[in-house]
């Protein structure tokens, strides 16, 4: 059990540019979260997989971001022509099962200049 | 949906006190609730958590937390306080009768332990 990982852990870009960033749940665990986390607030939920379905995506998600998980195992999360409110940390959690805990990575920081 | 409130941006005790961190929740279903711990620049981490049972659930560094049904809360306790507790905490909630759904959290509060 090495943890959920995330990667990269920082990231700077330029407004409009793409991004992505990648989350490797820790094995067996079929449920994924992504969450977005601005300074002193709470993560606030952007969406969640059971494998390899996405279940569930916050209605305030921009049609800007786009998840994947593919064949169930590592997720992505693709965020286009970001604009500056995008800048925050980005959180990926997984879970074995609904009734235990979600276990969290450090996170990407996500700049956009 | 599900959604969870903490009243309280930033609590403040004494070390040695007893702290509460105030957590209420809204749910359709039965209540799965969770509380976390996030220590300046470091991930969330898993302190405690209610599914069913005893409605007094005890977790990590000695905290403990009451669920209660008819209030709707899932208070956050520690009978004295350490320094170390100084930290910002995150309540969560999930709909425990509905697969699939997601982990929902509070905006957080911020616990300040003096010396």
């Known amino acids: 059990d090495t943890g959920v990982s995330q990667n990269p852990r920082h990231k700077i870009t330029k407004r409009g540019q793409n991004v992505t960033f990648r989350c490797d749940p820790i094995s067996e665990h079929n449920r994924l979260y992504w969450y977005r986390q601005t300074l002193g607030q709470g993560p606030e939920f952007l969406t969640y997989?059971?494998?390899?379905?996405?279940?569930?995506k916050s209605r305030l998600l921009s049609d800007r971001f786009s998840a994947e998980r593919p064949k169930g195992s590592f997720s992505t999360l693709e965020i286009q022509r970001t604009e500056q409110g995008d800048s925050a940390m980005y959180l990926c959690a997984s879970s074995p099962l609904d009734y235990r805990e979600a276990f969290f990575g450090q996170g990407t920081r996500l700049t956009v200049v | 949906a599900q959604s969870v409130a903490q009243p309280e941006d930033q609590v403040n005790v004494a070390e040695g006190n007893p702290l509460t961190v105030k957590c209420t929740y809204s749910?359709?279903?039965?209540?799965?609730l969770f509380w976390y711990v996030q220590y300046p620049n470091r991930g969330l981490q898993f302190l405690l958590k209610?599914?069913?049972?005893?409605?007094l659930v005890k977790g990590s560094y000695g905290f403990e937390a009451e669920f209660n049904k008819s209030q709707t809360s899932f208070h956050l306790k520690k009978p004295s306080a350490l320094v170390s507790d100084s930290a910002l905490y995150f309540c969560?909630?999930?709909?425990?009768?509905?697969?699939?759904?997601?982990?929902?959290f509070g905006k957080g509060t911020t616990l300040s332990v003096s010396s």
């Open positions: 997989f059971q494998n390899e379905a996405q279940l569930e």
């Open positions: 749910v359709s279903g039965n209540p799965y």
């Open positions: 969560a909630v999930r709909d425990g009768d509905q697969a699939g759904t997601a982990l929902i």
């Open positions: 209610y599914i069913t049972g005893d409605n």
